[in-house]
């Protein structure tokens, strides 16, 4: 099993900037990739950002492209969304999932792809 636990949100205004941590436990090792989702009010979960663990090899929705900055610390099996530039409609709450398996980017870039989820950490953005 894998254990996910998502921590940073919180209260900024537009303009403003935040740092996600999602801090991964358990069976590691078995993880392939990482990724960031949101999910507002009303609206679908949708993909956000993607990492792989082994080269770090990154993908962005386009929405957030140029402002948000996936990264990761193999030596703390931490996973961070540096998120700059936010607008009100990036306020969402926030979840960091993991894959176990090597899917394509396609995959994962939707939640088909994870297989462990974090608890999901509120981002609200003020205009």
């Known amino acids: 099993q894998v254990q996910l636990v998502g921590s940073g949100g919180g209260l900024v205004q537009a303009g403003g900037s935040l740092r996600l941590s999602c801090a991964v436990s358990g069976r590691t090792f078995s993880t392939y990739a990482m990724g960031w989702f949101r999910q507002a009010p009303g609206k679908e979960r949708e993909f956000v950002a993607s990492i792989t663990w082994s080269d770090g090899s990154t993908y962005y929705a386009d929405s957030v492209k140029g402002r948000f900055t996936i990264s990761r610390d193999n030596a703390k099996n931490t996973v961070y969304l540096q998120m700059n530039s936010l607008k009100p409609e990036d306020t969402a709450v926030y979840y960091c999932?993991?894959?176990?398996?090597?899917?394509?980017?396609?995959?994962?870039?939707?939640?088909?792809?994870?297989?462990?989820w974090g608890q999901g950490t509120q981002v609200t953005v003020s205009s």
């Open positions: 999932g993991a894959a176990d398996s090597s899917y394509t980017r396609v995959i994962l870039t939707t939640h088909l792809g994870y297989d462990y």
